[in-house]
Nanobody, 125 residues
Framework: VQLQASGGGLVQAGGSLRLSCAASGASTRSYSIGWFRQAPGKEREFVAAVRRSGGSTYYADFVEGRFTIAKDIAKNTVYLQMTGMKPGDTAVYYC???????????????????WGQGTQVTVSS
């Protein structure tokens, strides 16, 4: 199973981007998918996740309603729609997946076994 992240780019503050995480080799129906980000000099942090069972979604506090994670089963892709972007959102964004996550660990990057390559997001002020 492979995950491929795409959709990053340069956007002005207040703008929007949509990141995609395309899965191959297995259905996203079988995986919880998370988005994480890592800014220069900082640790990787949780952004959002959608759970395998039931499709419940979870967000980091800093999202503050600006981002939406959604799973498109037909396209085998998970999207992260980002709006109202801020310079502090600048980072490399990664998607990750795991088929056996429990709810209490969904924000823990160490629990995800599959990782896509990162996609750079830069927000200018």
């Amino acid at each position: 199973v492979q995950l491929q992240a795409s959709g990053g780019g340069l956007v002005q503050a207040g703008g929007s981007l949509r990141l995609s995480c395309a899965a191959s080799g297995a259905s996203t129906r079988s995986y919880s998918i998370g988005w994480f980000r890592q800014a220069p000099g900082k640790e990787r942090e949780f952004v959002a996740a959608v759970r395998r069972s039931g499709g419940s979604t979870y967000y980091a506090d800093f999202v503050e309603g600006r981002f939406t994670i959604a799973k498109d089963i037909a396209k085998n892709t998970v999207y992260l729609q980002m709006t109202g972007m801020k310079p502090g959102d600048t980072a490399v964004y990664y998607c990750a997946g795991d088929s056996n996550l429990i709810l209490s660990t969904i924000r823990d990057s160490r629990q995800y076994k599959l990782w896509g390559q990162g996609t750079q997001v830069t927000v200018s002020s």
